[in-house]
């Protein structure tokens, strides 16, 4: 690990002023992915902005939904009645995820922030183009079990951690964002990039952007949510394939649909394609497992990972299944 310089920011403006002007310097809160990092020799900051001050820890509920401060721990926000009550896919996303010991640490923000836990770009003398463009993408003719099916390019195909971030998806959550230029929200949907030929681009923010915070709009599919995580082994791992449903089901009819796959792309996937499969159908066995069909649309496995698409769709029969009530 390289020396760094550590700092408190007495308040929102400062830190945003120290990171914004300066390329070695980054934000810390909980720390449970930046460490890793600079562990790994992934990232070597000059300076971490200690941010865990500022008045970003609030969970503010009212009629349009919830709004979760980005300091809020995973932990908090799992446990919060109000999202267990309303969006209960986000709490058991949360829950899903790392440790118990992690989620007491690890920030809102920080989670949808992390990077991939790909084993070539974590580890510094394998080439990797998320780490260093142009150096090649060890993984796609390499061990690649881990690795995504959809969305990927011939730059990259690492899958993005988080399983919050799928459940996300799954209720239109929103991102809210203050820059040197002011504040804009962000939906969840528009808020990462695929690789494409830059897999070091992952997402929209300019360089000293502060995530203030993530709001989750109150809904009828939100209310009827559900989240499924497929992994190796019961608790603290990353997911070999996960599933966020979210169903309005009125008069028989799926009015209103959300599907969201995890630990299948370079980032949280929304499959449309299942989603345009539900609406106005009947909730039974035959329309779920169409829809789980219809969500395998367009993936391609590289070998060792060829297996994600089958358990893809089964994760999301599942999920289906038991926010539709065919469980």
Not at 60 to 79: F, I, K, N, Y
Request: net charge neutral.
């Amino acid at each position: 690990m390289n020396p760094f310089r550590f700092a408190s920011a007495a308040d929102v403006d400062t830190a945003l002023a120290t990171v914004a002007s300066d390329r070695s310097a980054y934000y810390i809160a909980g720390g449970t992915n930046i460490l890793d990092l600079m562990k790994d020799d992934v990232e070597a900051p000059q300076l971490l902005v200690d941010i865990t001050g500022l008045p970003l820890r609030d969970i503010a509920v009212d009629a349009s939904g919830v709004r979760l401060g980005a300091l809020v721990t995973m932990a908090e926000a799992a446990d919060a009645p109000a999202v267990k009550a309303a969006f209960p896919v986000v709490s058991q996303a949360l829950l899903a995820g790392a440790s118990p010991q992690l989620r007491n640490m690890a920030t809102l923000g920080g989670n949808i922030m992390q990077r991939t836990r790909c084993a070539y770009f974590r580890d510094v003398s394998q080439p990797c183009n998320k780490r260093q463009p142009g150096m090649g993408c060890f993984a796609i003719d390499g061990q690649n079990r881990l690795h995504a099916v959809i969305g990927t390019s011939d730059h990259c195909i690492c899958t993005h951690p988080s399983d919050f971030a799928v459940a996300l998806l799954g209720v239109d959550a929103s991102v809210r964002v203050r820059g040197t230029q002011g504040r804009r929200t962000i939906p969840l949907d528009r808020f990462y990039v695929l690789p494409g030929r830059s897999p070091n681009i992952e997402n929209v923010l300019a360089w000293g952007d502060l995530i203030e915070g993530i709001d989750l709009p109150a809904s009828a599919h939100a209310r009827n949510s559900a989240y499924v995580k497929v992994r190796d082994r019961a608790s603290y791992e990353f997911a070999l394939v996960s599933a966020a449903a979210a169903l309005e089901i009125a008069g028989g009819t799926i009015r209103t649909a959300r599907v969201a796959l995890g630990g299948v792309a370079p980032v949280p996937w929304r499959s449309r394609e299942a989603e345009a499969a539900l609406v106005g159908q009947a909730p039974s066995a035959a329309t779920f497992a169409a829809a789980a069909r219809a969500a395998a649309t367009n993936m391609r496995g590289y070998g060792h990972n060829d297996f994600k698409i089958t358990l893809a769709q089964r994760t999301v029969e599942r999920v289906l299944q038991s926010v539709g009530g065919t469980a």
